[in-house]
């Protein structure tokens, strides 16, 4: 399958910083990557969707000023979440569907661990 | 919005036993998938359906698109300690559309 890399896979950070996530597909060119957010034991939750070109569309509930989403490119995604507070901390995982593919088969990155303390 | 309920919620179960998990949704899907989550990992996929009563395997896991749309179910046979995770299926209304996820079946297997 398709290669989707996430960087860092971990990080840790004081409150009141901004920290980035990038996504990367490493073997294919994604028009459009998906941000989740996924807390213990429990499934991913959709943030985003993020389009190269254009704006990202945010779900219902997620501030876009808060989670800021780049997709400058047809292999890069960036999520950075601004000001990160406790409540921030969270496993964040992007996903990509190859362009040009008729396929509903999304690929994932490893996943980004976040701990604001 | 669409919801996908999926059970059991977790298993517990012995080395070599089958394990069969399934995902209801109340709204019709043209694509089912299913994903397998390890700890710190991110999903990778297992199994993709496109048709309607399509049943497909990949090594010893069997998945089925249900003939209503609305469902899709997973088997894995002769379980193995590395089978352990979190499975994940996953409905598609249209291409391009997001997924929606179930709630996820937590897998442990006892050797």
């Known amino acids: 399958g398709a290669v989707v890399s996430q960087h860092p896979s971990w990080v840790i950070c004081k409150s009141g910083t901004s920290v980035k996530i990038e996504c990367r597909s490493l073997d294919f060119q994604a028009t459009t990557m998906f941000w989740y957010r996924q807390f213990p034991k429990q499934s991913l939750m959709l943030m985003a969707t993020?389009?190269?070109?254009?704006?990202?569309?945010?779900e219902q509930g997620v501030e876009k000023d808060k989670f800021l989403i780049n997709h400058a490119s047809l292999t890069l995604s960036t999520l950075t979440v601004t000001s990160a507070h406790p409540e921030d901390s969270s496993f964040y995982i992007c996903s990509a569907r190859q362009t040009g593919v008729r396929t509903g088969e999304l690929f994932f990155g490893e996943g980004s661990r976040l701990t604001v303390l | 919005g669409q919801q996908l309920n999926q059970s059991p919620q977790s298993m517990f179960i012995q080395e070599g036993e089958d394990v069969s998990m399934n995902c209801t949704s109340s709204?019709?899907?043209?694509?089912w998938l299913w994903y397998k989550q390890e700890p710190g990992e991110g999903p990778v996929l297992l199994i993709a359906?496109?048709?309607?009563?399509e049943l497909t395997s990949n090594g010893r896991l069997t998945a089925q698109f249900g003939i209503t749309r609305k469902d899709s179910f997973l088997n894995i046979s002769a379980s193995i300690p590395s089978d352990v995770g979190i499975y994940f299926c996953?409905?598609?209304?249209?291409?391009?559309?997001?997924?929606?996820f179930g709630g996820g079946t937590r897998l442990m297997v006892k050797p």
């Open positions: 993020s389009n190269e070109g254009s704006k990202a569309t945010y």
């Open positions: 996953a409905g598609q209304s249209n291409a391009g559309n997001m997924l929606t």
């Open positions: 359906l496109y048709k309607a009563g």
């Open positions: 709204s019709i899907f043209n694509t």
